[in-house]
């Protein structure tokens, strides 16, 4: 059963800094594409940052320069680190694996915490 891990979240100051983490398992990593979403309640979930195998990066315009999303497919491990937080960026932080050929199997880790308040 594939598995999907996040670390990392917490309560930070506004201006601070978090690293999330994810742990991938019984996937052929290097072959999907990876990405971190997040969730307010009431809200849809969206896209933060996502990092194709090729390590082609894409990320939302309200984390550009802001959030680093890697990966590092020895370790299967992916990354998003986070700079210059902000109360709006307050939400759950999930993972995601994409297979983006057939047969597009999409997976998803339980959520990680993230309170950006003074």
């Known amino acids: 059963q594939v598995q999907l891990v996040e670390s990392g979240g917490g309560l930070v100051q506004p201006g601070g800094s978090l690293r999330l983490s994810c742990a991938a398992s019984?996937?052929?990593?290097?072959?999907?594409?990876m990405g971190w979403y997040r969730q307010v309640p009431g809200k849809q979930r969206e896209l933060v940052a996502t990092?194709?195998?090729?390590?082609?990066?894409n990320y939302a315009d309200s984390v550009k320069g802001r959030f680093t999303i890697s990966r590092d497919n020895a370790k299967k491990m992916v990354y998003l680190q986070m700079n210059s937080l902000k109360p709006e960026d307050t939400a759950v932080y999930y993972c995601n694996a994409e297979f983006r050929s057939p047969p597009f199997t999409n997976y998803w880790g339980q959520g990680t915490q993230v309170t950006v308040s003074s």
């Open positions: 019984r996937i052929v990593f290097s072959m999907y594409s």
């Open positions: 990092i194709t195998s090729g390590t082609s990066t």
